[in-house]
């Protein structure tokens, strides 16, 4: 089946660092892609998708490119901030079950 | 802005006892979903809902659990009989289009329950 691969955490950075967070996809076909973001104590929020190749999603300084030819929708930030401190889920759509979720990384952003 | 909700936020339950989460996704929404995500785990899928009937189910989803949609608004998730290993957050989500193919699935913010 289906499976969404992302980097173990927790990830630790000082404001302003750059962030990269890895995931990677196993589908046939062209899979939607999304990142959702859960805050402390909150549900899963939507942060960014892309539905087909080469598209690149972006919100709030945050951006991901759908690569088709290394499966891989990765998140990038060039300035993070302490209110990015969440844990981030990268998916992929496509199927009657809706998402296939990565297990989450955790980032933690020190001032 | 239209949001789903959930109700109860957190639940303490006796191991064997029924428990019914409930759920109001977004009015205009078709597809309905549960996921879940025990402690420190990757969030999974439960089962998947249109039309007033199943779509798709995983095989967590065994005999144990049931979701209805009784009226317009509510979809319920219910297990019958709890046991420790169905502690875990549950999400209700909803969405226009079927699959999360090229639309986002919106999600409560959660309730949590703990089996002792």
């Known amino acids: 089946g289906n499976s969404v691969t992302q980097m173990e955490g927790p990830v630790t950075l000082s404001e302003e660092a750059f962030l990269t967070i890895n995931c990677t996809y196993t589908?046939?076909?062209?899979?939607?892609l999304f990142w959702y973001v859960q805050y402390p104590g909150e549900g899963l929020q939507l942060l960014l998708k892309a539905t087909k190749a080469d598209d690149k999603g972006s919100n709030k300084g945050f951006e991901a490119t759908y690569r088709k030819e290394t499966t891989s929708f990765h998140l990038e930030k060039g300035s993070v901030q302490v209110s990015d401190s969440a844990v981030y889920f990268c998916?992929?759509?496509?199927?009657?079950?809706?998402?296939?979720f990565g297990k989450g990384t955790h980032l933690i952003i020190q001032p | 802005e239209p949001e789903v909700t959930q109700t109860p936020s957190h639940q303490v339950t006796q191991m064997g006892q029924e428990v019914i989460l409930r759920c109001v996704p977004i009015?205009?929404?078709?597809?309905f979903y549960w996921y879940r995500q025990i402690l420190g785990q990757k969030v999974e899928f439960l089962v998947s809902f249109y039309n007033n009937e199943i779509s798709e189910k995983s095989e967590i989803f065994d005999d144990q659990f049931s979701v209805e949609r009784p009226d317009g608004s509510n979809f319920t998730l219910k297990i019958r009989s709890t046991k420790l290993e169905d502690s875990a957050m549950y999400f209700c989500?909803?969405?226009?289009?079927?699959?999360?193919?090229?639309?986002?699935?919106?999600f409560g913010e959660g309730s949590r329950l703990t089996v002792l």
């Open positions: 998916a992929q759509g496509g199927g009657a079950d809706g998402l296939t």
């Open positions: 009015s205009n929404h078709l597809y």
């Open positions: 589908a046939t076909g062209y899979p939607s």
């Open positions: 989500a909803s969405g226009s289009r079927a699959g999360g193919l090229a639309g986002e699935l919106f």
